[in-house]
């Protein structure tokens, strides 16, 4: 029997990935739409009533966990594809069809999707997930730590020991206390969406900072930011009035 499914992801390119990589190991599911918009994805959720929804966590204007608390009325399976804290790679391994990083993996999509299939008829999925994702989200945020992938794992880095982050293409620099950094596989923006719940700022296409480690603020030079490292950031000028008004 094929499976319906839908694709939500604000990244056009993954969307892209995700399709070619499903029709290549899972033929038995049929994606029927995909999204880089979540709020559009649920609009039409109740009229495609898909088996399998492929959906980011890390998305601007609606994040995964939104989407999935106000997507009443859905009974099917949802497979997580993005990077995020690893106390939810645990719970929601336990509750929803399966946890996947990017890049995919084809050996775990299909492994992802068989899962899904087997769960299908559990009808309390949303309800779990959810109760899963609020204590989740409330632990990080009172331990103030996040745990960012590697190349052999996870690291757990406590958010007041980051100085800032700075942006490479599709991988970030975190700059922490003692001059210590760490280079990991994830693009700026998902660091920022991991980050801003602590009260991180992005001032900068390529610098996110942390506002607790800022020493001095200079208006030369079209304005920067002196770090408790003395690095230098600066500022955009379309960011500059927000990161005024906020100080």
Same mark, same amino acid.
């Given at each position: 029997m094929a499976l319906k499914c839908i694709l939500v992801d604000d990244e056009q390119d993954s969307l892209e990935v995700t399709r070619l990589e499903l029709v290549e190991h899972c033929p038995n599911v049929e994606v029927v739409a995909s999204y880089t918009d979540a709020r559009e994805a649920l609009q039409d959720l109740p009229e495609l009533d898909p088996d399998l929804i492929f959906l980011d966590i890390e998305m601007p204007k609606m994040n995964g966990f939104e989407f999935l608390k106000q997507a009443e009325g859905f009974s099917g399976q949802v497979i997580f =594809?993005?990077?995020?804290? *690893?106390?939810a790679i645990q719970a929601i391994k336990a509750a929803a069809a399966d946890y996947l990083l990017k890049p995919l993996s084809g050996d775990e999509l299909k492994l992802a999707v068989k899962r899904a299939t087997e769960r299908l008829r559990k009808d309390d999925l949303r309800e779990e997930v959810i109760e899963l994702i609020d204590a989740i989200r409330s632990k990080g945020q009172a331990n103030? %730590? =996040?745990?960012f992938p590697t190349s052999d794992g996870f690291e757990f880095v406590d958010t007041d020991s980051i100085i800032y982050c700075q942006g490479d293409n599709n991988y970030t620099h975190v700059h922490r206390k003692a001059a210590t950094r760490l280079l990991i596989s994830r693009t700026l923006k998902s660091v920022e969406e991991m980050l801003v719940p602590f009260g991180f700022v992005r001032v900068h296409n390529s610098y996110l900072v942390n506002p607790n480690h800022i020493v001095r603020f200079v208006r030369n030079d079209g304005g920067y930011l002196i770090m408790s490292d003395d690095t230098r950031i600066p500022i955009a %000028? *379309? %960011?500059r009035s927000d990161f005024l008004k906020d100080l």
């Open positions: =594809v993005t990077a995020y804290d *690893s106390f103030g %730590r =996040v745990t %000028r *379309s %960011r």
